[in-house]
Nanobody, 127 residues
Framework: QVQLVESGGGLVQAGGSLRLSCAASGRTFSNLAMAGLAMAWFRQAPGKDRSFVAAINWVDGATYYADSVEGRFTISRDNARNTVYLQMSSLKPEDTAVYYC???????????????WGQGTQVTVSS
């Protein structure tokens, strides 16, 4: 099993910044990391479906972003800490959502592409 725990959410004013963290653990995670896996962030706003935000290849660090966050958000990883980060800048009220961390051996931008999920962390951007 893989356990993912998000942290770092909170309330911020428009134009501000937040950094989310996702700590991964579990015996299966070590095997997945060796095989080359994807770590991703999704978000779900009230009344909307969960949507892709960003993803990173654990091995080579290649990154992928949704158009709505390109240039404002940065995904990164710390291999030693088994942790993925999402640095969010120039936040807008429409970024308000519950942010979820996910992982799977193959990278993708669909919710169905990912097997393991965290519990989510709330991000609220006030205008």
């Amino acid at each position: 099993q893989v356990q993912l725990v998000e942290s770092g959410g909170g309330l911020v004013q428009a134009g501000g910044s937040l950094r989310l963290s996702c700590a991964a653990s579990g015996r299966t995670f070590s095997n997945l990391a060796m095989a080359g896996l994807a770590m991703a962030w999704f978000r779900q706003a009230p009344g909307k479906d969960r949507s892709f935000v960003a993803a990173i290849n654990w091995v080579d660090g290649a990154t992928y972003y949704a158009d709505s966050v390109e240039g404002r958000f940065t995904i990164s990883r710390d291999n030693a800490r088994n942790t993925v980060y999402l640095q969010m800048s120039s936040l807008k009220p429409e970024d308000t959502a519950v942010y979820y961390c996910a992982t799977d051996p193959l990278i993708g931008d669909r919710e169905s592409d990912y097997t393991y999920w965290g519990q989510g962390t709330q991000v609220t951007v006030s205008s």
